[in-house]
């Protein structure tokens, strides 16, 4: 009986595996009450302080994930093109120069997901895998 | 490699959550438990965030540096000498909102090479208008130059020192008076154009003395277009320039600074450009300078050369008088690297050498007062300095 159920939970667990390898992919998220979709020049532009506003004309409010999250690497990939020490010493410059403020930076994708879902004009990246409906997918930036 | 790394961990954590959930079934309610509690601790976090840190912000900057020069041409104030107090400074700055789009700004910084005495580098109070007009009003940095704002952060800058041929012709830095700038958000691009007005009162070292330097009716206006990857800049800022010493250097003399700026930076490539002119009647020296700096980022680690160039263009002046000693012609070429050692402490190393003084001191204080004490044979016609700086920024 214990043998059976163990390879239950491996074959279960391979299974996972399949699907959430396959799926495992960053996307783009937002408040219910921001636009529906939004381009990678977008996103990098309100990343990298060039534009305060969403495509539908509302403030924004960008969230990022932590130093050494997988996810936040795969961003800056895909999206901004700088490395963290380029973004350290970007927004280092800005705050001084009273030109703004980085992305609040959220502790963990769960959080990342409760922020996003309670703040109006919202933005922020996921794993693909962990996106609920509590927060609408504006972009799988393609690699 | 990351996503394979995060496939693993999520194997791992599936599996480990079925395990617990078909045997378990306490533990996932834990879990649950632990899950819902940590969205409240980050909810309350952010609460908290908004109501306290967005009223009141603090960042700082910190530098130290060491420098030593193959000899006492006093180049930067190097000398054979072991130095570590020019290099080093304590800043510390904070913001306060005062309403949706006024905020007060202050900057107070200590110098080692002013004994840390802290001094109001910035105070003024600016607003945003929502149609692309700010204004600002009290104590700011003279934006002279493309980095102006951010000389002392040196965490914010790629050199070892900001390139003396062009930094160092204006000895001042803030002043007191008001500006007003405009953006047009163009597609792609944006253009900043500012008018500055004011009045400056401050002291300067010269020829081994600290003067005073009185600068009335400043008025300027500076330009700045940008598509996020090459910007452009233009200022032209004049006024009335009153400068201690013995003899006065100038007394309400017409001033005029010209500047040219251009800089590249796609993440990887940095392109650094700027070409200058200082022109003040009487004896203080009308110089043109420039430099080009060119670095490349390899991961945490970028290694950047520099060339740049200064000439007095009124030596007749100051003919046959003591003052021969400010004419300036100099030369020099950096090579060195910043090195992003963690997030927020950069490392830099640099070596600099600067020639081609011709009949003059090279403007290095070493020297002048060499010339001065009536000894211009022990003139050093070439310096080499070597620095090592830790900047950071909190």
Redo the contacts between chains.
């Keep these: 009986m214990k043998t059976r159920?163990t390879s239950?939970?491996?074959v279960?667990?391979a299974l996972?595996?399949f699907v959430?390898?396959a799926r495992?992919e960053l996307v783009i998220i937002g408040h219910h009450g921001g636009p529906d979709t939004i381009t990678p020049q977008q996103v990098k532009d309100i990343y990298?302080n060039?534009s305060s506003r969403l495509p539908d004309g509302q403030r924004v409010v960008a969230f990022q994930l932590p130093?050494g999250n997988?996810m936040r690497?795969?961003f800056n990939e895909l999206i901004t093109?700088?490395?963290?020490?380029?973004l350290?010493?970007f927004w280092?410059?800005q705050?001084?120069?009273?030109k703004g403020?980085p992305p609040?930076e959220?502790?963990?994708a769960?959080?990342m997901k409760?922020?996003v879902s309670?703040?109006l004009g919202s933005i922020g990246y996921l794993?693909s895998?962990l996106v609920d409906d509590s927060v609408k997918v504006l972009l799988t930036p393609e690699p | 490699m990351y996503s394979v790394y995060g496939t693993t961990t999520r194997f791992a954590l599936t599996s480990l959550t079925l395990t617990a959930a078909l045997s378990l079934p306490a533990m996932a309610d834990d879990s649950q438990r632990i899950d819902q509690l940590e969205q409240r601790l980050d909810s309350m976090q952010k609460q908290m965030t908004e109501s306290s840190l967005e009223k009141v912000r603090l960042n700082g900057f910190f530098s130290t540096g060491y420098t030593r020069a193959n000899n006492d041409a006093g180049y930067d104030d190097a000398t054979e000498k072991s130095d570590l107090e020019t290099l080093s400074l304590f800043g510390l700055q904070s913001t306060f909102a005062l309403g949706r789009n006024t905020e007060a700004v202050l900057q107070l910084v200590s110098r080692g090479n002013e004994d840390w005495d802290t001094e109001l580098e910035w105070g003024y109070l600016r607003h945003q208008f929502s149609n692309g007009f700010e204004t600002r009003a009290g104590k700011m940095r003279l934006p002279l130059f493309m980095e102006s704002e951010t000389l002392e952060i040196g965490y914010g800058q790629p050199w070892a020192r900001p390139p003396e041929a062009v930094y160092d012709p204006v000895p001042v830095r803030s002043y007191l008076g008001a500006d007003a700038a405009y953006t047009f958000n163009l597609s792609g691009s944006s253009i900043q154009a500012r008018a500055f007005a004011g009045h400056l009162d401050d002291e300067a070292d010269s020829l081994g003395r600290t003067v005073n330097v009185e600068l009335r009716n400043i008025t300027g206006l500076t330009a700045n277009w940008t598509n996020y990857l090459w910007t452009f800049r233009g200022v032209y800022a004049r006024a009335e320039a009153t400068i201690g010493g013995t003899p006065p250097l100038g007394d309400d003399e017409k001033s005029e600074f010209m500047g040219l700026g251009l800089s590249y930076d796609d993440g990887s490539w940095l392109l650094m450009s700027e070409l200058t002119r200082v022109e003040v009647d009487g004896f203080y020296q009308d110089t043109d300078s420039a430099y080009i700096t060119l670095g490349y980022r390899i991961k945490e680690v970028t290694p950047y050369a520099t060339a740049s160039w200064v000439e007095s263009q009124d030596n007749h002046e100051r003919e046959a008088t003591p003052l021969e000693v400010l004419d300036v012609r100099r030369q020099a070429y950096s090579l060195g690297f910043r090195w992003d050692m963690t997030p927020s402490v950069a490392m830099k190393m640099d070596w600099t050498h600067a020639r081609g003084f011709g009949k003059t001191t090279g403007g290095l204080i070493g020297n002048q007062l060499d010339a001065l004490s009536g000894n211009p044979g022990g003139r050093f016609d070439s310096t080499d300095v070597y620095t090592v700086r830790l900047d950071a920024a909190f």
């Design positions: 159920r239950l939970t491996v279960l667990a996972c595996l959430g390898g495992a990298l060039r130093a997988s690497d795969e093109e700088r490395n963290d020490a380029w350290k010493s280092s410059r705050v001084l120069t009273g403020h609040r959220v502790s963990s769960n959080s409760s922020v309670s703040t794993d895998t």
